[in-house]
């Protein structure tokens, strides 16, 4: 068969000669979703954007200014990541969570997104993954060829892996390599994990050395700011992966880091020599302004202390709202997700012809603007109606000042979200309107 063949206006294009592990994928959900969106909003349809998960606040002024004084960084840096910003990353996890690493322990990379990728890369054994999950987990497995090993867990339990759930699926085989991802505070759930819960798990991982993947990305962003990393259980064979996106703002900045214990280094080093080959090193300017983000100043708490606060009044006015609506769905603990689901309605959503989540999710963005991402996208069955909803549509920069008018102690009222984060009320009011309760009720 030939490599290539004609195409209509005469030149040659390559044939379809797809990797089968990548043959079928879709683009990720979440961008696909975004991009979706903007062409509608483009097309001048309103659109509520509650699918793309990227934090609505600003970069703290601070690291602004430290990326502003560096952006005469030209030279290519260590692969490894900048020494200053490995050891800052390293003293970020000594003072928040208690866990003893150096600079030498750390990797830095365009992004978590591009390390998570690059572990499952080098490291030959089975992906673990709780579900619901972020929805890239998965598909990265797929085009690398490993077996992905999914634990579902129940909203009865918060949507949280159980011990007892780990303990069976390792067992089955108990000297098979695993790599573990465990994310909390959850996308796509908002829930955590207490310290009790994560010494449970730890014992599970050490019995059967699971190497932990913490994904702990979301963790400065824990409602009440008491987030705790599994590392402090499963110190020898956790690697804590964190980076600027989701609690400093930067998402299009791109860094993220992975730091790993000693007995790790193998890997470490594995991924660095992938990483010399791939993307040789993440932006010399970000590498810098990230030393000030993780070196953390009394400034960068306080406005984590104010988004934290705008974020768990958004949570709890959300889950009150999809109650009253008929959904099962708990307060989230951080981030700034709900994972709604709709399963009480399953018989009235069928009158609809609503029968999974993929449809649910295409009928409220026809009728009534509401973007959202469909339960299956995050490894959930397909007939199950569940959506992840990011309520991350606001202007966050003009919700922080306002912020300034009340008092410290004080909880951002319903009101407070109405007249700052209206376009996430108005999701919610839409969503809500749309349910068959709400429809039943006004007939």
Request: charged letters at 25%; hydrophobic letters at 40%; proline letters at 6%.
């Amino acid at each position: 068969m030939n490599d290539f063949r004609r195409d209509p206006e005469g030149g040659y294009v390559p044939s379809v000669h797809l990797n089968l592990n990548v043959r079928g994928l879709e683009p990720s959900a979440t961008l696909a979703i975004n991009e979706l969106s903007n062409a509608l909003i483009g097309q001048g349809r309103e659109v509520l954007k509650l699918g793309l998960g990227q934090s609505p606040f600003p970069v703290p002024e601070t690291v602004v200014e430290a990326l502003k004084a560096n952006a005469h960084q030209k030279d290519y840096l260590p692969v490894r990541g900048l020494p200053a910003l490995r050891e800052a990353v390293a003293d970020y996890h000594r003072r928040k969570n208690g866990v003893a690493r150096g600079g030498s322990n750390v990797l830095i990379g365009p992004g978590s997104k591009e390390l998570m990728f690059l572990i499952q890369l080098v490291y030959y054994g089975d992906l673990v993954i709780p579900t619901p999950s972020w929805v890239s987990y998965a598909p990265q497995a797929q085009i690398i060829g490993r077996h992905v090993r999914w634990i579902p867990t129940s909203s009865k339990n918060n949507w949280q892996l159980q011990p007892e759930d780990l303990e069976r699926l390792c067992e089955v085989d108990a000297e098979r390599p695993r790599l573990m991802i465990l994310n909390y505070p959850n996308n796509p759930t908002g829930h955590t994990y207490d310290a009790t819960e994560l010494k449970e798990l730890a014992a599970v991982a050490r019995r059967y050395r699971v190497v932990m993947l913490s994904d702990e990305i979301y963790g400065e962003i824990h409602h009440d700011g008491r987030h705790v990393s599994i590392a402090e259980f499963y110190p020898e064979g956790t690697i804590i992966s964190t980076g600027l996106s989701k609690w400093c703002g930067a998402g299009g900045w791109r860094l993220g880091s992975f730091t790993f214990p000693e007995a790790l280094t193998w890997l470490l080093n594995s991924m660095a020599v992938v990483a010399s080959e791939t993307f040789t090193a993440t932006s010399a300017p970000i590498q810098h302004a990230a030393v000030t983000a993780f070196r953390g100043a009394p400034e960068i708490e306080a406005y984590l202390v104010k988004c934290r606060r705008i974020l768990k009044a958004i949570g709890r006015y959300g889950t009150r709202s999809l109650k009253e609506a008929g959904a099962r769905v708990r307060e989230p603990a951080g981030a700034f997700y709900l994972f709604p689901d709709f399963g009480h309605l399953r018989h009235e959503l069928k009158e609809r012809s609503v029968t999974s989540s993929r449809v649910l999710c295409e009928r409220l963005l026809k009728e009534t603007g509401v973007a959202s991402i469909p339960g299956s996208s995050c490894g959930r069955s397909e007939s199950e109606l569940t959506l992840r909803l990011a309520y991350v549509d606001f202007d966050g920069a003009r919700a922080l000042q306002a912020l300034e008018s009340l008092e410290p102690t004080e909880e951002p009222n319903e009101w407070f979200l109405r007249e700052h984060c209206s376009n996430v009320t108005t999701a919610f009011d839409r969503l809500c309107e749309w349910t068959p309760k709400a429809v039943a009720a006004h007939r």
